[in-house]
């Protein structure tokens, strides 16, 4: 296989708000891939560059950006900070080789930080750790290395420590080598202070120390009393990243470009090359779509990282997750919305293909006679949803398909008709994202819609058993219609259904006609008498009858089925049921009261509550009436801290009250 040591693929990852974007930009301008350095403020950044972005000021959708920096390619796939758009964090991760983890100086570990953080090392990513903002007010590097230390073990070790602090920042010592530098207008080498020299010692020491304990050579000479060179130190950290074993921890602050040019470095010298990660063999093409979008005028464009072998325009190669044969168009490069035509893709790299018919997210493209078939990438499953209408008639058919192409682009969207409710649902991880959703409906398919609340599936059933005639006879001249029905209504357990039981004995109704009878029945409790949902948890038992060997007809015993089923719930005291929802809730400890007094108000019922390392999980079921747009709410409780799933559990008996509500909204709907 081609040797891609040349080769850095690496993704910004970070709680919202961090800097990622801001660090990228920085990376750019000083790689001298483009001639400004963009800011995030003034919505002038290369990578975020649609108008949602520059709009909110955050980033939504993954973006990757390649340079040259020493000689050496580099792939930076910047990722969003807001748990709404974590789906492409998961994309970005199976993508890279590497991660480095940003903590914003101010704020230090959150929970963002620990998601992604965990996110990387389930794919067992190396990283480094970027203090970031250090000019920032309260801006402490020495409290974040403490906080990253407690939540991430021992093996984040100190590479850089900083000189000043908040307005005053404006050096960084680098502890390998002992020495400080400058930044104003360029980089440049300067003095240590004396009365600094102290601290540089300690964290240098706490640095070697940590590098020896991962090698026994280096520990036998350590102890010994020998001083490490340099190259030991840094030969040290790079086999302890590889095995991820250390961490590193470098700082800077990206928006006043202090310290990007040594991270660069760091991320050059520490950071493995492709072939260190991923163990592939031989020169037979294998590669992996990780992202793909929709532009408008360009079409479907698929975000591919080539594991082995090398590509180029115009062969044909091999979809192996669905066994179709895609050929291969233009090869591009990314630097964030900018895309350069190149000649091929070696190992390693990563890059867009355009106008491919079959390939979306998670699919494998290989060699035709090689068939290789990576993971799919795991998903977190959609946690809100909201109705929509289309604005003008006619466009259904529109909206159908944008809301296809959307959960292609985004498979942590996803959209549904709900034929019971008559509702039109689309399904995501939070207002924010589909709010975006919806947004580019509009922008990229030429629709709008209205939202609405979700409707709830409610249910109804029995409270006791009780016996019923249903009895339906007409003469109007010729033949009649006849049909005489009695039927016993029971309650069943929760979860057990509907149930239709004929016990005629005699022939007191024709067996040709008992089909009729439950085919009334069943369709009766598609809508019941209370509020017009279906009831459940029933068994309705045909046991007696009398018919008339003229009149009697299919017709007629169904509805004298009906009759008696309707008859039968009235009397024997309906209730409604409502869906409940299992809900974990993940936040901070200092949020645990008022998350608890939240979920209370809705009528949630706490079930557990467990630690999570520096987090609280809180497990609770809650009435899915009562989970309407909780995300925001959540969020906002916890300044964005906290995040939530839930999933179907149970259905309950709904309290007067609120039944009360639903079947006076319900006779108003039919009403109108």
Known sequence: ?????????????????????????????????????????????????????????????????SFEWNGVLCNLVDTPGYADFIGDVV???????????????????????????????????PKLIFVNKLKKENGDYFKCYEQAKKSFGNKVIPLQIPLGSETGFKSIVDLIRAKAYEYNDGRKET?????????????????????????????????????????????????????????????GDAYYNIGIDLLLEAILTYLPPPEDVHKMEGEIFSSFVFKTISEPHVGELAYIRIFSGTLEPGVEVLNSKKGVIEKINQIYILKGKERVEV????????????????????????????????????????STSIAIIPKS?????K??????????????????????????????????????????????????????????????????????????????GGRGQYGDTWIKLEPLPRGAGFEFVKKIVGGAIPSKFIPAVEKGIREAANEGVLAGYPVVNVRTT???????????????????????????????????????????????????????????????????????????????????????????????????????????????????EITERVVAESKKEKES
């Not at 991660?99 to 929970?111: H, P």
């Not at 990438?377 to 959609?382: C, E, T, Y």
């Not at 008639?393 to 058919?397: F, L, N, P, S, Y």
């Not at 039968?568 to 929802?581: F, T």
Request: proline content about 4%; overall charge neutral.
């Open 399 to 476: 909206v159908s398909v944008g809301l296809s192409k959307l959960s292609e682009e985004d498979p942590t969207f996803k959209s549904e008709y709900d034929p019971e409710l008559k509702q039109t649902l689309v399904l995501g991880l939070g207002e924010l994202h589909l709010e975006i959703i919806l947004a580019k409906l509009k922008s990229k398919f030429g629709v709008s819609v209205d939202t609405a609340k979700p409707k709830i599936p409610y249910r109804e059933t029995v409270r006791k058993s009780v016996k019923v005639q249903g009895k339906y006879k007409r003469q109007s």
């Open 343 to 382: 000649k091929n893709l070696p190992t390693g790299s990563i890059g867009v293909l355009v106008k491919l018919k079959d390939t979306k997210t998670g699919d494998t493209l290989s060699d035709k006679n090689y068939k290789t078939v990576f993971p799919a990438i795991d998903f977190p499953p959609p």
């Open 1 to 65: 296989m081609k040797k891609c040591s040349g080769i850095r693929n690496f993704a910004l990852v970070s709680h919202g708000g961090a800097g990622k974007t801001s660090l990228a930009e920085a990376m750019l301008f000083n790689s001298k891939t483009v001639d400004r350095l963009g800011r995030v403020d003034e919505g002038n950044t290369a990578l975020d560059y649609t108008e949602d972005e520059k709009a909110r000021k955050i980033s939504i959708n993954l973006a990757v950006a």
């Open 91 to 125: 994309s970005a991760i199976r993508a890279v080789d590497c991660a480095v983890v940003l903590l914003d100086a101010s704020a230090g570990v959150e929970v963002g930080t620990e998601r992604v953080w965990e996110l990387s090392s389930k794919q067992s990513l």
């Open 393 to 397: 008639k006619g466009d259904e058919e």
């Open 191 to 251: 003095e240590i202070p004396e009365d600094f020299k102290p601290k540089v010692e300690e964290f240098r020491k706490v640095l070697i120390e940590s590098v020896a304990e991962k090698d026994d050579q280096l520990l036998e000479k350590y102890l010994n009393g020998e001083i490490l060179s340099e190259e030991e130190i840094i030969s040290g950290i790079k086999l302890g990243l590889v095995k991820n074993e250390l961490t590193p921890l470098l700082c």
């Open 542 to 656: 045909l046991y007696d009858g009398t018919f008339h060997p003229v009149d009697s007809s299919d017709i007629a015993f169904k509805i004298a089925g009906s009759m008696a089923f309707r008859k039968g719930q009235e009397q024997s005291g309906s209730i409604l049921l409502e869906p409940v929802m299992e809900v974990e809730v993940i936040v901070p400890d200092e949020y645990m009261g008022q998350t608890i007094g939240d979920l209370n108000s809705r009528r949630g019922r706490i079930q557990s509550m467990d630690q999570a390392g520096k987090l609280r999980k809180i497990r609770a079921y809650v009435p899915q009436s009562e989970m309407y747009k909780y995300s925001t709410q959540l969020r906002s409780m916890t300044q964005d801290r906290g995040s939530f799933s839930q999933k179907f559990a149970y259905y309950e008996e709904v309290p007067k």
